[in-house]
């Protein structure tokens, strides 16, 4: 089983920008699903963007053209760079991996994943 670990969360005025990353132990072999997802106390979690083993990205409406997910395999590194954050982007993160996924939408409900790291945006 992957091991995932997030850091970068912090807190940041509406409108600036963070960057968060994620190392993991190993990549999963053969096909795969990796991305980030969000909640917040009492809500359901929410898909925030991800990537495939094709390198195909997808995001949630609510963040595309503002967040970019990209990963660095020679690093074992996969990162979310998030501009022009709102309070609503306000929410734990976390960083996840899914070996032998057939699809990998925004919203795929990921199973394997990691402590999180809190993002907090406000005036």
């Known amino acids: 089983q992957v091991e995932l670990e997030e850091s970068g969360g912090g807190s940041v005025q509406p409108g600036g920008s963070l960057a968060l990353s994620c190392v993991y132990s190993?990549?999963?072999?053969?096909?795969?699903?990796m991305g980030w997802f969000r909640q917040v106390p009492g809500q359901y979690r929410e898909g925030v963007a991800t990537?495939?083993?094709?390198?195909?990205?997808n995001y949630a409406p609510s963040v595309k053209g503002r967040f970019t997910i990209a990963q660095d395999n020679t690093k074992n590194t996969l990162s979310l760079r998030m501009n022009s954050l709102k309070p609503d982007d306000t929410a734990m993160y976390y960083c996840?991996?899914?070996?032998?996924?057939?699809?990998?939408?925004?919203?795929?409900?990921?199973?394997?994943y990691g402590r999180g790291t809190q993002v907090t945006v406000s005036a």
């Open positions: 996840a991996s899914e070996a032998g996924a057939i699809s990998c939408e925004s919203n795929y409900r990921f199973v394997h």
């Open positions: 990537i495939d083993s094709a390198g195909n990205t």
């Open positions: 190993e990549l999963p072999r053969g096909r795969f699903c």
